[in-house]
């Protein structure tokens, strides 16, 4: 069992509509990432957090330490949305991140 | 401010042979990440240099291997290249060690 599992793996969604990609984890973390990497392979940093919520424009990323899960949702999705989506998690001790698989998502006009 | 750079954008190898990625990271940034991203296996954690020392290593073989330079920037060599080295290589940089890690656009390797 991976230590990062991301659901769903693929989702496609029409313009508008609202989003949420979800992330487990099953080690202690001192701060989750998430990131989106668009075709091509450039990776954006889009939020770090280690409590509670954070949002920027239309992307709200949320995590519940006792639960060991994290959300990213998109409101009012858009085309320029698509990407894949990655949850990354640091490790307590070690810094290193350990990353899920990845959501790809694509936003239909 | 500039970001995370990167080069060579694309290195064609052949096997056997080594390759060297470089990667300058944010001014100020001290600590560097390296990362590699294979086909299918999703990213993995290669390496972690931090005020010119190896801080951290993932599982990958002593044939990966880089350094730090006085200038926080690093490389990352791949020596006796295999077949499934193949793979897009990132680099990203910190302020500190729990600081955000902001990404480079990558390396993309391909060994034939």
């Not at chain 2, 993995?44 to 010119?52: C, I, P």
Request: charged share 15%.
């Amino acid at each position: 069992k991976n230590e990062v599992e991301q659901s769903p793996q693929n989702l496609t969604a029409q313009e508008g509509e609202f989003i949420t990609i979800n992330c487990s984890y099953s080690v202690g973390i001192s701060a989750l990432h998430w990131l989106q990497q668009h075709p091509g392979g450039g990776i954006v940093s889009l939020f770090m957090l280690s409590s509670g919520k954070k949002k920027h424009g239309r992307l709200i990323a949320t995590i519940n330490i006792q639960e060991k899960h994290s959300s990213l949702h998109i409101t009012a999705s858009h085309p320029r949305d698509s990407a894949v989506y990655i949850c990354a998690v640091r490790g307590g001790s070690n810094y290193k991140l350990t990353f899920g698989k990845g959501t790809l998502l694509t936003v239909n006009p | 401010e500039a970001g995370v750079t990167q080069s060579p954008t694309h290195l064609i190898k052949t096997r056997g042979q080594q390759a060297t990625l470089r990667c300058s990271p944010i001014s100020g940034h001290t600590s560097v990440y390296w990362y590699q991203q294979a086909l299918g296996l999703g990213l993995q954690f290669l390496l972690w240099y931090d005020e010119g020392e190896e801080r951290n290593r993932g599982n990958f073989p002593p044939r990966f291997s880089g350094r730090q330079f006085p200038n926080y920037s690093s490389e990352l060599n791949v020596n006796a290249l295999e077949l499934e080295d193949s793979a897009l290589y990132l680099c990203a940089s910190s302020f500190g060690t729990v600081d955000e890690q902001y990404f480079g656009p990558g390396t993309r390797l391909t060994v034939t």
